[in-house]
Structures are given as C-alpha cells and as structure tokens.
C-alpha cells in the first residue's frame, strides 16, 4: 500500500543529501519526492510517496525522524488530505491536429500554456491516475515530445497543519 | 571573547572537558594544530588516521566519555571513514574532527578535496560542514550532545580551512535547541505494566542483553532485575560483561557461535524479553524461525530498532536507565512467586548447559581457548579486554570470565579487522591505571600494526596477545566448512614476519609463546612488565569455534564439535 508522508525538515544546507542518503541506505521503496518552502522559512516540507506494507512504513518513518534535521513526519494517508501533482507535457502538434489536442485539453480542465509550429505544451494539475490518462491520450492519438511532473504534493483537510498532527 | 576558529575549537573541547584527543596533522587543519600546540588537553598523534579513529573509539568505550580525533581535509577524512563506520553499528560517541578545503574552493575537486559529509552521510549520526567561523560554537555543542545522548553515535564536524584562521566574538552557547532531535529516556508506564503481565504468567521466559546495556551503564540496575526474576539470561557479543560470566542465571552468548544452552532457550523460550539489543543476524540465525514460540518484549532507546527485525509484541522505548527501574519495582513484589513459577524451566536449561558445555580437546600445540582461560584466570577477569576480528574473537567471547561492563571493547557489527591495537591505545589512553589486553590475530595484527610504535612513545602498557595461525582463521573455517576445503587465499604462510622482531622494532618487548608448558610462565611475564608487550601465540592452524550455526540455519541447528565431538 502506498503512503504519503508529509516531512517537516529544518531549511539547512545538507537537509536533502540526509534525506536521499537515508532511503538509499536503507533501501526504502520511495515513489517520489517533492521538497518546497513553506509557511516559516526555516522549515522545509518534503511530500513522500512509500510503497510498502505497514510495518515497512513505520520503519520508514522511524528512521527518517531519526535524522537530527527531521522535525516532524505526519502520515496523510491516515487523515482526509488533497493529493496533487503537476506536469508539463509537451506533445507534436500541427497544425491539422491542434484543434483535437485543444479538445483534449478542455475535457481533462488541462491548460495549453505554450503553441510552436510542431509543438504544444499542456499543464495539467491533479491527482496521479488523471495525469497518467491525459498522457495516455497524448500519446496515443499524438505524440509526446517529453514529460515533466513534480512528484505529489499533499495537505490536509480541516484547520490542523501536518507540524500538529499525530503520526 | 575575540579568538579565531581554531582556537574557538581548542576552547570548545575545553568546554566539553575533553582531556585526550587522537589525531594526525595535515595542510587543513594546520591552523587547527597551531592552535593545538597550546592546549591543555593531550593529544595523540597516532601513526595512521585508522589508527587515531580507532583509538578514540576505544577511548569512548572504555570511558564512556565522547572520544574525539582530528584529521584533515581528503585522504586524512577519508582514512577515518572505516572507524567511523566501525563507531557507527556499535552507538560509539564520537565527534571527529574534519578539515575541509577552503570556502572558494570547495566543490573544485581542489587539492585533497573530498566531500566527507557526503561521504559519512550513511555512517554518522549527524554530521556537519562549517563554512562561517560563527556557525562553530554551536555546532560543536550539537555534535557534543548529539553523539553522547540518546543512542550514541559518532558525528563528524567538517571544517573549511579559511573557517580556522577567521576570528569573531566567541561564546560558548549552555544549551542545545533542536527541534528535531529530542531523545526519549522516560517511556510509557503503562506498557512496563503489561510487560510485568507477561512475564509473571510466563512459563519459560529468558532474559537476552545486549550492548545498549553496556552504553547505558545500567548493570547494575539489570543484575538487580535479574535477580529478582530467577530467570535465565543470555546476551549478545555487545552485552558482554554486563552480568558476571559466573553469574548462576547466565547461560552465555547466544547465536552464531553461542552456547548450546543459550540457543536452546532462545528456540524453546515463550517469551523473549530483549534489553538493549538489535537482534542482529549472527544473533538470529534463520529469521522466521528466531524464538518462534516466544511472545518478543523489546526495551530499547532508539524507536527504530523496533520491528526493524524482530516483530516485537510489546515494546519499551527508553533509556535502560529507566526501563529496567521501572520493571523492577513492580517483579521485586512478587519476586518469589516468579522463581517457584519456573523452576522446572531453569532445570531445562541447567541440563542444556550440562548436556554440551564449551569444550575444547588439548593438543601439542597451545589451544587459543586455554590462552583465554588463563588470562581469565590471572586477571580474574578484572582487565579491559580488547579484540580484534575473526576466531580469536569468539574465543574470548566464549571463555573470558568476564565480570564488568565496558570490559570487552570489539567491532560487533562491523566486525573491522585492524580495529584492535588502535583501540586498546585508545582504551589505555583513557584509563591509565587499568589492564588492558588484547587479542589479536595474526591477520588483523598486521592491518595496523604501525600503530604499535604508539604505544611505545607514549609509554601505555597495552598487552598485545598474537594467536598465530598462519592463515586468516574465520574465513579459513567457512573454506573448510562450505567451500569443500578450498583455502584460497587465506594461508599466511608465506609470511615472513616475525612478531617478536616486529614488537622490538617499534621499541616494544616482544616474547613467544611455542609450547603449552610456556604458556603460564610467559603470560604471567608479559602481564608483569610495566610497559607494552607482544606475545606471539603459536596455535593451532586447523581449528573451528564451535559451537557453530551454519549461516541461515535455525539456532537449534548448531555443529557442536569440541570434546564430545
């Protein structure tokens, strides 16, 4: 089962090289990883996708709050939480099939965010499955060029910040 | 206080009422060792950084004190990275001391140029590269407590080379915020309520210690515990020590080269309660089936060595400290009541021990075993007993009477050839007045033998006892067990080196040891002489530690070989 981590780390120099070293070493099945800013700047959040049973999961979690630069980890795949990831697709598109990609487009809520004379390139937001079925489509009916997504982020619903919640 | 890096360094350690260092100089850290030139503090200058790394390892387990090295910036770090990884598997509290290039410098593969924080990243428990002069007193406050709480671990500290001749205003900070880092020593004493629940309705509970009792200094209070039980107890390599070899409860070491009875117990027990241990594979042998009938009760500090391999039924995360108290207060009510309870088991496993003890057949030659029984005997088992890696190993596992903790120093699990010498320099270093003795084979003795000379420039009275096989005895026995009697390339006899002449080049005394009528005589000599020695111990080539669990088989299935064959 897959879980999605949400990691509070201290915004330091090395953080990163900690965090990768760690599932390296100990050969934890990490889908992906997205790292950003937040809301105290010298707090950074790390969104982490685990594949694995539960008791893979808790050492994962276990053995990253062991990092000294880890200040909090809260499953979110344990409360109500909106999961998203982005991606930027670029796929050929003339001029006789830009108007089916456009339909396309329209049907996923995607948006067309760059047009050339054999290219286009969609950004599309959401979860997991519907990028994967929107690349489907591309790639089927069109071609893609090159694929570009950020891995997921999530938050929780309700007032309560990941930094207060249980594990 | 106005002071450059270097000397906020020397200031710092001060702080830290560190009174050794190991270390070897070089272009980094030249503006460190000026510094260094005026300290209070002794400083060890080993011949190779293993060798200081190793010794400052020793020093900590010997003193349970932070051991502390120096070296510089590439190969110096580079050098130290077995001893820090060594420091790392076993929770040893180090702090090691780093130069790095300079700030512009970095990351232009410049002159003896290597990123040590990349490269300890997997092997410390934190590390760290300063590149402002004002970052260092409050990192080497954090890497002070860091490697000393908790679960010990070693912490390298990196330190640009412009860093150590910056000056600024100094102060030392008292207290250490981390936000991530908080160690648990108290744990839930709801959960110590339903381990006693288990273990008072057990009916062949056993008691398995490992080294976070020896880290934690706490047995004291776990001889306590135990006693008060009546149950019988086992221990791992690390746990060594912390109750008396002779103690009547104490069944041995367990697994791969544990005794019958203490493998026996742990295959038969029905709850298992570990303190301090990591159930290690050359503990478990075959997983799936460790202690399949047991009910696993786990106390340990570190949250993440639960369920790591072992699934534990109850869990205890704490400090021993406070664990083994808390369990005490509540098993000493019906103290009485325990021991009438399991009788019949501690017959069980007095009959193990009887069936097959330890045994050892006499030969022409000096048996290793009787080396470690009689330096049992002449110590009284009150040295610091120091290894190296492979069969000599076992052996004083298996037959020194220990009696204290923090008396056996070895690489449990790394299991680092070339880790001994080093670290009984170190141990010495750190405690003057004690024996220390090491065993050593005659593989591992020349993986760092340069540091003998050490011993000898700086007076410390180190025992350094060679079991000379001629040839690389662990590896030799799996050849001869599971590699149909193939020796490749674990033969020393090509070898062309003499101990004895080894030991006196280095300004050490060196004696041998050929006969079994030698033995007493020359070991009450060595241990007699006021400086260092080296014994060179001619035994046997062909010989097993027995009892033996062949790898992935259960710990039942042990070959037990010795006297009964």
Redesign the interface.
Known sequence: MKHTLAVLVENKPGVLTHISGLISRRAFNIESIAAGYTEEPDTTRITIVVEGDEIEQEQVVNQLSKLIDVIKISDLTAVESIQRELALIKVKASAATRSDIINIVEIFRASIVDVNKETMVIELSGDETKIDALCQVLEDDHGIIEIVRTGKIALSRGPVPAKDQGI | MKMTGAEAIIESLNNEKVDVVFGYPGGAVLTLYDALYQADFNHILTKHEQGAVHAADGYARATGKVGVVIATSGPGATNLVTGIATAYMDSIPLVAITGQVSVPLIGRDSFQEADI??IT??IT?????VKKVEDLPGVLKEAFY?ARTGRPGPVVVDVAKDVFAASFDYEYPTEVK????RPVYEGNLETIAKVFEELRFAKQPLIFIGGGVNLSDSSEELKNMIEQTGFPVISSLMGLGCIPFDHPQFLGMVGMHGTYAANMATTECDVLLGIGVRFDDRVTGLLDEFAANAKIIHFDI???E???NV?AHLRVVGDMKWSIPALSQRIKLVSDELKEHVQSWVEKCRIWQDEKPLSYEQGDLVMPQAVVEKVSQLTQGDAVIVTDVGQHQMWVAQYFGFKNSRSLLTSGGLGTMGYGLPAAIGAQCGLPDRPVILFIGDGGMMMNCQELAVAAEYDLPVKVLVFNNQCLGMVAQWQRMFYGGRYSHTSLKRSTTDFVKLAEAMGVKGLRIHKPDELDRVLKEALSISGPVVVDIRIPEVLDVLPMVPSGARLDQMIIGGKEG
Request: glycine share 10%; charged share 25%.
């Open positions: 924080r990349g990243t997997p428990k934190h590390n760290y590269l860091i981390l936000r991530g880092y570190d949250p993440a639960i369920n790591k699934l």
